[in-house]
């Protein structure tokens, strides 16, 4: 099914972290100061300039929330920086990243939902009824359903899907961040974008 079906493909906030734009500095001399006792601290900030919008971004799509994502971020961050020695250059540092990153969000809506005493899917119902006065959204009605779709999913179905359809992440770059399979992620994806689209035309208010 081609995801052209499903009405909106911007999920719009407002920009939080500023337009600022560090130069790119290469991953595999990025990575060799981060593992040097004397550059570590010096590169971890060129890293975190380099890496922290995108990374906000994935979160975000998991955690909904400005600032539980702030929190996120700064735990992957943080355990980034704890266990970039035994990082090893057979992935990218980004899909490394990257993992920890949804990782990171994916237990923190565990948690959080745990300490409410509810599940991960009501604790994401109880953040998207929020959403609408969430100060760094822009979206209008038609992107509120399309984040009620997609919070309906299993988890697993919701990082592929956002991951390939807002993010453009081809199947052989998810099946390194995700570690699955090709045609496993193609099978979940499709599956994900038709619970998506029978979902909107259910519930078709706009």
Known sequence: MNPIEIPIK??????????NRTELVEEQSLVLALQSDTEKEKAFGV?????????YWQIRKIVL???????VLQNTFIKVFRNIQSFKAD???YTWMYRIATNEAITFINKKAMRANISSHEMKEVILSKLETDVYF????????????????????QLIFNMKYFDDHTFEQLSD???TSV?????SYHIAVRKITTYLKNNETF
């Open 138 to 157: 822009e979206g209008d009605k038609i992107q509120l359903q399309l984040q009620k779709a997609i919070a309906l999913l299993p988890t697993k179905q």
């Open 177 to 179: 961040i995700l570690e």
């Open 65 to 71: 929330d400005h600032d539980d994502t702030d929190d």
């Open 10 to 19: 911007l999920f719009i906030f407002k920009g939080v972290l500023g337009e």
């Open 91 to 93: 992935s990218k540092l």
């Open 183 to 187: 045609g496993g992620l193609k099978s």
């Open 47 to 55: 890293l975190v300039s380099q890496y922290k919008e995108r990374l």
